[in-house]
């Protein structure tokens, strides 16, 4: 019975993969026509140049390091104390929490790239407009994350504090915090790594910094000069993914 309940399973999911390739007209012809131009593509962006606008590009991508860097440590500021409120050791109302967390999934909901778009209608192009569509999907994203890192904490080593006569708020202080902050951190540090990559997106839609430059020299066929961005980009990302991890590493064994 199992294994024909596991055959039916497999061939509706085959079934159901099959329908969604003909729904979006995906022919062989299609990836076939598709490689061609993606290799005649290759071809223009051959040898990647950065068309002598080397500083202008560094500052492109200084720009998109700082908005990561901002929107990532402004969604981690303002969501920390949303974090108390949605962590059942703190909160004990069951429909509190309740209401507190499907607030946070709220603003995880909608992506960075639609927050930029409305974010460059209400305050205009550039970073800081980048800045906000960064970090207020991030203050769900922490908020709930630094939530379970407070609920996931020993409670030998809060009550011991509590024992001592500490009161609710140095409970927190010196029970709560210390077992979650490194984990909030190694958060922080993770968001910011993924932060730099959509940063660069979010400059195809007005928002500034490097994915902006790169947004016009695809416009106006410059591959060569894209190439040599999107060499930048990979770069910078590896170097901070690296970066990030080992200092992530760190933490959680510390």
Do not use: C, H
């Amino acid at each position: 019975m199992t294994a024909r309940r596991s055959v039916l399973l497999v061939s509706l999911g085959f079934a159901l993969l099959l329908l969604a390739l003909w729904r979006v007209d995906a022919s062989p012809q299609r990836v076939w026509d598709g490689l061609g131009k993606l290799g005649w593509l290759v071809v223009l962006m051959w040898p990647p140049s950065p068309g002598g606008a080397l500083p202008d590009l560094l500052r492109a991508l200084a720009e998109t390091l700082a908005m990561a860097f901002l929107g990532t440590l402004l969604a981690a500021v303002v969501a920390l104390p949303f974090a108390f409120l949605g962590a059942g050791t703190i909160v004990a109302n069951a429909w509190a929490r309740f209401t507190i967390r499907r607030g946070f999934d709220g603003l995880r909901a909608i992506d960075s790239l639609v927050w930029a778009l409305i974010f460059v209608s209400a305050v205009g192009m550039g970073p800081f407009a980048g800045i906000l569509a960064l970090a207020l999907p991030d203050i769900g994203t922490f908020a709930k994350t630094f939530s379970e890192a407070l609920e996931a904490t020993e409670r030998r080593q809060v009550e011991g504090v509590r024992g001592a006569g500490a009161s609710r708020l140095l409970v927190i202080r010196y029970g709560l915090i210390p077992q979650a902050l490194p984990i909030m951190l190694s958060q922080v540090l993770y968001m910011f790594e993924s932060n730099t990559r959509s940063a660069t997106i979010l400059g195809v839609v007005g928002a500034g910094g490097i994915g902006l430059a790169l947004s016009d020299r695809i416009r106006i066929n410059n591959w060569d000069e894209a190439a040599f961005i999107l060499l930048m980009i990979l770069v910078t990302v590896a170097l901070i993914d690296g970066a990030s991890r080992w200092l992530r590493l760190r933490l959680i064994r510390a």
